[in-house]
């Protein structure tokens, strides 16, 4: 039986050991590589979704959207919306029946609106956040959801780098498609604890009486 708690704390994922992304990523710089890559996706059954964005250091400038991440279990593709814009087809493919999952998915499609006007909610989503409830399961950021069920640690360190830089390192691509990555294994991972049942939720508060 798997055991999962209400809650973790940041002190115990800060011991846990870290988690990257171990598929196959592809940096998307042209409308034509992204258009081959959207048809990819399409044969897919469930993708990942997150986006990044430069950060802003002075107040009142904002910036639009420069990453879209979208992942399979083995493969993800990190569109640099910055440079070939929000093609038709890609909107057309957030809109459409694939099942996409995100975690703060408003954030996310506010910012994709603002690039232009994309109504990715109209698509086949869900919402991490909404669905971790369903099992007890208190926090709502991404690492400590992924902490709790699989007992490693999902770095955030690259999470204010320039998404606009001319070229992604290494760190910031790992960075990019880990997190869309892990939206598509919590979501396998909690879509069989609740076919099976075979989960139990340890409350903190309990684990605390007990100690």
């Known amino acids: 039986m798997k055991q999962i708690k209400n809650t973790i704390s940041k002190a115990e994922i800060a011991g846990m050991p870290r988690v990257l992304f171990p598929g196959r990523i592809f940096v998307v710089y042209t409308e034509s590589d992204a258009e081959k890559a959207v048809e990819y996706l399409k044969g897919q059954s469930i993708v990942g979704v997150d986006t990044e964005t430069r950060p802003s250091f002075k107040r009142g400038t904002v910036h639009n959207v420069a990453l879209l991440q979208i992942s399979t279990s083995d493969t993800c593709f990190l569109f640099r919306l910055n440079k070939i814009g929000m093609p038709e087809f890609l909107q057309e493919f957030l809109m459409n029946d694939t099942l996409k999952i995100g975690l703060s998915l408003k954030d996310d499609f506010m910012v994709l609106r603002r690039?232009?006007?994309?109504?990715?909610?109209?698509?086949?989503?869900?919402?991490?956040?909404?669905?971790?409830?369903?099992?007890?399961?208190?926090?709502?950021?991404?690492?400590?959801?992924?902490?709790?069920?699989?007992?490693?640690?999902?770095?955030?360190?690259?999470?204010?780098?320039?998404?606009?830089?001319?070229?992604?390192?290494?760190?910031?691509?790992?960075?990019?498609?880990?997190?869309?990555?892990?939206?598509?294994?919590?979501?396998?991972?909690?879509?069989?604890?609740?076919?099976t049942g075979d989960y139990e939720v340890i409350k903190v508060d309990d684990i605390t009486q007990n100690s």
């Open 115 to 195: 690039r232009k006007d994309v109504h990715a909610e109209e698509g086949n989503w869900i919402e991490l956040q909404d669905y971790v409830g369903r099992f007890g399961i208190e926090d709502r950021s991404l690492q400590k959801i992924y902490a709790n069920l699989f007992g490693q640690k999902i770095s955030k360190g690259q999470r204010l780098s320039n998404w606009e830089a001319e070229t992604l390192t290494e760190s910031q691509m790992k960075y990019a498609a880990t997190d869309a990555w892990a939206c598509v294994e919590i979501y396998n991972c909690l879509a069989e604890m609740e076919r």
